[in-house]
């Protein structure tokens, strides 16, 4: 394995990760560099042991867990029945590598991201099936725990509150971008006269999807673990599962019209690209044979909880408008940079999504 670690002197984390761990630190090379700096550790006795996460610039607002948290919530979970990579060091001294860090083990298993089918073994109607409801059985498990242990490792963000802090960051990435977003800003005045009153709290991760659960196994799935818990807190457990939902397809869903997007981006890559979006769904396996549909995972959801799941709308539109958020706070953070971003009209479709729901056009 290649060395890559960028930043900093390798040298310098393998001495100190060979002391702090007790074991002789080999290589280490780059995974993944986005909201985090992930670096794959190896030992003599694995390749690769271990994963080192290092937050980045972006992960530095309000609404994400700083390092020392994101370790305390994972050592909570230890125990549980949520899968997550053991955490096994965390490193407060920014003299190593120039920011706080954590250690966890490293899991085998993939991830699926947004838009990608599952990997190629499971492409089949049993193992649809296992997926969903793998995913949906986690989240409930995690949703079962007791909010009073992740007292003082997890902040109360109220339902209101949180809707307030997503309009506000949308707020701060426009005036950046300087794109207007009227339907997202309709949305936003939909949401705010639409909140729920009353609301459970639970452990919530705060992004939960397939593209944060690692998937193992060989003809049968199993997640390996559930990661990236930088974004947990305790709150409405049901803007975690309308998030899910948000990612399923079912039959006869209305697909928003392009025609808009097409005359002010162009028909290039990226409107074919929403155009099969369109067709096949964010998360396309959830529209082949197996996958079961919305309303089935509620009720299983419901079943595994004891938690009613009411105003269905209000979730999944605050599930698209928080995405759209996201993606304009990466557009925010590009041009701060002076990089370029091509996914505007992404966010203008999620936006046409949101309202979509809102508009009751996309039922449960």
């Known amino acids: 394995m290649a060395d890559s670690t960028p930043d900093f002197e390798a040298g310098a984390l393998t001495s100190y990760l060979s002391e702090a761990l007790g074991e002789t630190v080999t290589d280490t090379e780059e995974i993944h560099d986005g909201l985090n700096l992930s670096v794959a550790i190896s030992t003599e006795a694995a390749d690769p042991a271990y994963v ?21 919530v994972m050592e909570r979970l230890r125990g ?106 309709e949305v936003a005045d939909w949401l705010r006269s639409n909140v729920p009153s009353d609301s459970e709290t639970a452990v919530v991760h705060g992004d939960f999807r397939p593209g944060n659960v690692l998937f193992a196994g060989a003809e049968r799935p199993a997640i390996a673990g559930v990661l990236d818990w930088e974004t947990a807190f305790l709150g409405d457990p049901l803007t975690e599962l309308g998030y899910v939902l948000l990612r399923w397809r079912d039959d006869g869903d209305p697909m928003p019209s392009l025609d808009d997007l097409a005359a002010r981006y162009g028909d290039g890559d990226a409107i074919e690209e929403l155009r ?79 309202r979509s729901i809102a508009d009751e056009e996309f039922p449960l």
């Open 52 to 72: 080192l996460r290092r937050p980045n610039e972006m992960r530095q607002a309000d609404s994400f867990n700083d390092v020392t948290r994101e370790y305390a």
């Open 80 to 185: 549980s029945p949520v899968p997550v990579p053991e955490p096994v060091l965390c490193c407060e001294d920014e003299s190593v590598i120039g920011d706080p860090f954590l250690v966890m083990e490293h899991l085998d298993g993939e991830p699926v991201p947004l838009g990608s089918d599952l990997p190629e073994r499971f492409r089949n109607p049993r193992a649809r099936g296992d997926v969903a409801r793998l995913l949906i059985d986690a989240l409930a498990d995690l949703h079962s725990l007791d909010s009073g242990e992740f007292a003082d490792v997890c902040e109360r963000r109220p339902l209101g509150e949180q809707l307030d802090d997503v309009v506000a960051q949308l707020e701060e990435a426009t005036s950046v971008t300087g794109r207007e977003s009227p339907v997202l800003w």
């Open 276 to 354: 099969e979006t369109n067709e096949r769904g964010l998360a396309p396996f959830t529209n082949r044979p197996g996958s079961p549909s919305r309303r089935e995972l509620v009720d299983r959801y419901e079943a595994a909880t004891g938690i009613a799941y009411e105003h269905d709308r209000f979730y999944r539109a605050f599930a698209a408008f928080m995405l759209a958020t996201v993606w304009e706070d990466i557009h925010r953070h590009r041009v701060e940079a002076g990089e370029e971003y091509n996914r505007e009209s992404h966010i203008d479709h999620m936006a046409l999504i949101a």
